[in-house]
């Protein structure tokens, strides 16, 4: 099969590769219909972490249909439409039962104290291969894959396997909650996705920071007022007037 393939700081290739093969009866194979490339990979790419070795398939995001699950997968079936996640859980040990998923104690055979397992990541998050492929090993299945009905496209879902989680997850962190103003620094993919959250989780303002306009129009465009830090002071636009 064809996959994107790390070979050193600078040097990624399309290569022939074998394709994967269920390894453990919780994996599935997954044919790979969609992919998509994140910021996380580009510091892979100008080798700004440590640890990627040569041979890596990269790609942490990807929809596709199941082609074969193995004996304890019994929530997917070979045709299934199905969301991939960018951070993998074996769904059964303290951490992963708590929601915790990235603090999963099991998945990453180099132990509970190495990283976050993901696909395509540096050594320490597991020896993942990546979704940038034809084909994918996905371990712990019955967790890590999400069915998804007919009517959502490709186009669609890929979105949910991990930028739009994470601009969720900073409306999260930052207790977002209803009648809230929420301030988002940084107008990019993400930081678009976090303007969405903050009024999905009850937002009554949004205040959008960026300095590039055809970003903060985006951002207008989801509800935000908006602030260009070339233009005026930030903090001080941002802040209620009776503090300013």
Not at 63 to 70: L, N, R
């Amino acid at each position: 099969m064809k996959a994107v393939v790390y070979h050193g700081t600078g040097d990624i290739r399309v290569d022939d590769v074998p394709e994967p093969k269920i390894e453990h009866p919780t994996d599935a194979v997954v044919r790979v219909t969609t992919a998509a490339i994140c910021g996380t990979d580009l510091h892979f790419i100008r080798g700004t972490m440590s640890e990627m070795e040569p041979g890596r398939i990269l790609g942490h995001e990807g929809v596709g249909v199941v082609e074969e699950v193995g004996s304890q997968v019994s929530n997917f079936k070979p045709g299934d439409s199905v969301l991939i996640s960018a951070v993998l859980g074996c769904g059964s040990c303290s951490y992963c039962r708590r929601g915790y998923f990235a603090q999963c104690d099991d998945i990453n055979p180099y132990g509970p104290r190495s990283g976050t397992a993901s696909f395509g990541s540096p050594r320490p998050q597991g020896p993942f291969n990546g979704l940038q492929a034809e084909y994918a090993r996905v371990p712990f299945a019955h967790t890590n894959l999400f069915r998804l009905p007919d009517t959502v496209t490709d186009s669609q879902a890929i979105t949910l396997s991990d930028i739009y989680p994470t601009g969720y997850f900073g409306a999260v962190l930052a207790d977002v909650r209803d009648g809230n103003v929420a301030t988002v620094w940084g107008c990019g993919p993400v930081g678009q996705f976090a303007v969405v959250s903050a009024f999905q989780r009850g937002a009554s303002r949004v205040i959008a920071i960026d300095g590039h306009a055809d970003r903060l129009e985006k951002a207008r465009l989801h509800g935000a007022e908006v602030v260009n830090f070339n233009e005026v002071g930030p903090v001080q636009a941002a802040m209620p007037r009776s503090l300013s």
